[in-house]
């Protein structure tokens, strides 16, 4: 059974600053999505990343994905309170089996 | 608006009640997943189907659960016998396949939040 585990689970970082969420998941899969869920809402596709090596940004945001460890990493850079909300990474099968998602709180 | 829809967006019932949902997926999507979250977890897979076919069914789809999709457009979720734990949010996705069968990205609708007292 395919097991997909994220840290950390909650994460409060002051504006400016950097930091990198963690998603290692169990079987081998060569695609891996990243969502963010703000409070009561839906999920927003953030990226798709498609093969080994795979790296793509957008804006404050950076995913990587290293297929051989079973590790995708999103980096945040000089965070800013928009940012704040719940990521979850997820691996696709048949079907998307998602992270446990790590909250994420920015302090100004 | 293109994307996926889903309706009701709310739903509260009494236990016991039976609660259906809808689903309709982008229009040239022929793949559609149905996924249940609760409260600080993340989304759970419930059941996919590609046209009119349901594919798979999760250990989580109890027999009070029940889905379709009739001419591989729409979907409806039912839940009969309504329980406490059923309390979460039905979250719908649609995606398209290629000829070889490759799986192209799931898109989400808002979701149908259902409470049941």
């Known amino acids: 059974e395919l097991k997909v585990e994220q840290n950390p689970l909650f994460l409060s970082m002051q504006e400016g600053k950097n930091y990198t969420i963690y998603c290692n998941y169990s079987?081998?899969?060569?695609?891996l999505y990243w969502y963010r869920q703000d409070p009561g809402k839906s999920l927003e596709s953030l990226f798709v990343?498609?093969?080994?090596?795979a790296v793509k940004q957008e804006g404050r945001l950076m995913a990587s994905l290293d297929t051989k460890a079973r590790l995708s990493t999103l980096h945040i850079t000089a965070a800013v309170h928009d940012l704040s909300a719940t990521y979850f990474c997820?691996?696709?099968?048949?079907?998307?089996?998602f992270g446990t998602g790590t909250r994420l709180t920015i302090i100004p | 608006d293109t994307g996926v829809s889903q309706n009701p967006r709310h739903k509260i019932t009494k236990r016991g009640q039976n609660v259906t949902f809808r689903c309709d997926p982008i229009s040239e999507h022929n793949r559609l997943y149905w996924y249940r979250q609760t409260l600080g977890q993340g989304p759970e897979f419930l059941t996919y189907?590609?046209?009119?076919?349901?594919?798979?069914k999760s250990r989580l789809l109890s027999d009070r659960f029940s889905a379709e999709r009739p001419k591989g457009s729409f979907s409806t979720l039912e839940i009969q016998r309504t329980e406490q734990g059923d309390s979460a949010m039905y979250l719908c996705?649609?995606?398209?396949?290629?000829?070889?069968?490759?799986?192209?990205?799931?898109?989400f609708g808002p979701g149908t939040r259902l409470t049941v007292t």
């Open positions: 079987t081998t899969s060569d695609r």
């Open positions: 996705a649609s995606s398209s396949t290629t000829g070889t069968g490759r799986v192209y990205e799931q898109y």
């Open positions: 997820a691996v696709d099968g048949e079907k998307l089996t």
């Open positions: 189907f590609q046209n009119e076919a349901q594919l798979e």
């Open positions: 990343l498609l093969s080994n090596g």
